[in-house]
């Protein structure tokens, strides 16, 4: 019951709040101050699209790859001539281990355009050669997140991964060869796929324990409308109540040996350093790059347009190649702040009032009164933290999040023409 209501008042808020302004040309602002910022790059590029996926992505065609990475590079130099200088960098996609050496060049030059002292890319399976490593390495990456999903191979099949991505027996031996030659190593897993059953969650889990994977995120299946109806037709009906009781089985496994880094992040308890995949959680502001790339800075959103050949030629005439933004309003920018704060499992309560000039809690009151009468809190001074009921309720709340950004991308990338070759 308590999680239909958090579901339907997070996708109505989350919708209005995404609702991105018409007819206002978007403008970045110029950046005079050094406050800690994350350089979000985005790689659209796949060698096959899965079917569960709402990302903005295309099939990999490499002279558009190579155009694309020289103007992601003119786009960063524009970053940088507005005065932004990002302490970190997370490169996500799409796959973007897809083209390696334009990978590295790029990362090179964010190097030596801003103060960048943690590198976090993406990549698949498939992608993780002795090669390919050395590369990432020498590229200074700290965190290397690769796209499991499932070692199941039936599932595997399923979702158009097994004869790109590799067996689940071949994809654990490549994440053991892989271990311990980053600061941290990332399974990115998800549950709650039609057709997935608690026996096949148990058996990943079981291998996930065996191979001692240092960090596991396990996503809820998170998908828009219209990938829902695409899925609808190959996998079956996404079924949403079977959700909790996945999530439960997979605190109960992992609770043990692993600590929650966000509501869905576990990290190996003494595994070294943990950075996550949550960049919105460690970062208070983002910038996007890339084709489809969503930033956050001053309270506004900020998306580029979804079109890669206009991305292109945007940057080759010397402008940014923004499409749309959304300014928050002040009550939005408290409540978004909140639910990332809050993603990390924890909440200073203090400081978001000093932030918000004592605006927080006459602003979220009854938020904050319903959560803590569903039990969803704790308090050790100086912090809220989630409970174990606290963490499913906001692994509703992102997923609402996420599904409403989602919707967003199909709406740009239908704007952009690009069709689902799924
Ligand atoms: S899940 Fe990953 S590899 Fe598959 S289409 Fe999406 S971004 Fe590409």
């Known amino acids: 019951m308590i999680d239909r209501i958090i579901t339907s ?9 995404l609702k991105f302004e018409q007819g206002i040309p978007p403008e970045l602002p110029s950046c005079d101050d050094d406050r800690p910022r994350l350089l979000y790059l985005h790689i659209p590029f796949c060698e096959e699209l ?8 295309v099939i990999f065609d490499e002279g558009l790859a190579r155009q694309y990475h020289a103007a992601v590079r003119l786009e960063m130099a524009l970053y940088r001539q507005k005065g932004y200088r990002f302490s970190g960098i997370y490169a996500g996609g799409g796959t973007p281990t897809v083209l390696m050496e334009e990978l590295v060049e790029t990362l090179r030059l964010a190097r030596a355009l801003f103060p960048i002292n943690s590198v976090s890319v993406e990549t698949n399976p498939d992608h993780l050669t002795d090669e390919n490593v050395e590369m990432l390495r020498q590229a200074g990456v700290n965190r290397l997140s690769v796209g499991v999903q499932t070692f199941d191979d039936g599932l595997l099949q399923q979702i158009a991964r097994y004869d790109k991505y590799g067996s689940g027996e071949e994809i654990a031996a490549r994440l053991t060869q892989v271990s311990g030659k980053f600061d941290t190593l990332n399974a990115d897993m998800i549950f709650n796929f039609p057709g997935q059953s608690a026996a096949m969650l148990e058996a990943d889990l079981d291998i996930l324990q065996k191979i001692k994977m240092q960090q596991v995120t396990f996503y809820p299946l998170m998908v828009s409308h219209l990938t829902q109806k695409l899925m609808r037709e ?3 009906e996404v079924n949403f109540s079977r959700e909790k009781a996945f999530f439960k089985q997979i605190l109960r496994r992992l609770e043990g040996d692993y600590e929650a880094s966000s509501a869905w992040c576990f990290s190996r308890k003494k595994a070294g350093a943990s950075m996550i995949d949550e960049y919105v959680v460690d970062f208070d502001e983002y910038a996007g790059l890339g084709s489809g790339a969503i930033g956050y800075v001053n309270g506004v959103c900020y998306a580029n347009t979804f079109d890669i050949r206009q991305y292109i030629s945007e940057l080759e005439y010397g402008r940014l190649p923004l499409q749309a933004t959304r300014t928050f309003s002040p009550a939005d920018r408290i409540r978004y702040d909140f639910l990332m704060k809050l993603f990390s499992t924890r909440l200073n309560v ?6 918000y000039e004592g605006r927080f809690l006459k602003t ?12 969803s809190f704790r ?11 606290g963490r499913y309720y906001w692994v509703i709340m992102m997923r609402e999040f996420f599904i409403a950004v989602n919707n967003f991308r199909d709406h ?3 704007q952009a023409g690009l069709v689902r070759l799924t």
């Open 364 to 375: 979220l009151w009854k938020e904050m009164a319903a959560f803590t009468l569903a039990g």
């Open 9 to 17: 008042a997070a996708r109505k808020q989350f919708d209005r709040a």
């Open 350 to 355: 203090g400081q978001l009032e000093e932030k």
């Open 50 to 57: 899965c079917p569960y996926c709402s990302f903005h992505r």
């Open 412 to 414: 740009c990338r239908r």
């Open 379 to 389: 308090y050790f001074t100086p912090n809220l933290h989630l409970t174990p009921w």
């Open 234 to 236: 190959k996998m079956g």
